[in-house]
């Protein structure tokens, strides 16, 4: 089992910036991926960014490369999530998850653990 904690969330300008983060614990080396997910009221869940526990290679969605940045720092089992420029469209609840084989990285079906969320929220 591998258990996350997401915190960073919170109230933002439109064109400001935040940094979420992920504590994992429990079977943290049973990681192959962590990705960030996000999903807006009465949207479906969507993938935001993933990368490789041990060896950091990165992957975006399209409207999110450039402004959002994935890293980890592995000494503290946390994975981040650097938001900037943000836009009325980043409000949603955002969620961390790991995937534990080399799956697909966009799809949320192939990811087995979930965080339990962080609200985001950008004004206009």
């Known amino acids: 089992q591998v258990q996350l904690v997401e915190s960073g969330g919170g109230l933002v300008q439109a064109g400001g910036s935040l940094r979420l983060s992920c504590l994992a614990s429990g079977r943290t080396s049973t990681a192959y991926r962590m990705g960030w997910f996000r999903q807006a009221p009465g949207k479906v869940r969507e993938f935001v960014a993933a990368l490789t526990w041990n060896g950091g290679v990165t992957y975006y969605a399209d409207s999110m490369r450039g402004r959002f940045t994935i890293f980890r720092d592995n000494a503290v089992n946390t994975l981040y999530l650097q938001m900037n420029n943000l836009k009325s469209e980043d409000t949603a609840v955002y969620y961390c998850?790991?995937?534990?084989?080399?799956?697909?990285?966009?799809?949320?079906?192939?990811?087995?653990?979930w965080g339990q969320g962080t609200q985001v929220t950008v004004s206009s």
């Open positions: 998850a790991v995937q534990i084989y080399n799956g697909d990285y966009s799809r949320d079906s192939q990811y087995r653990y």
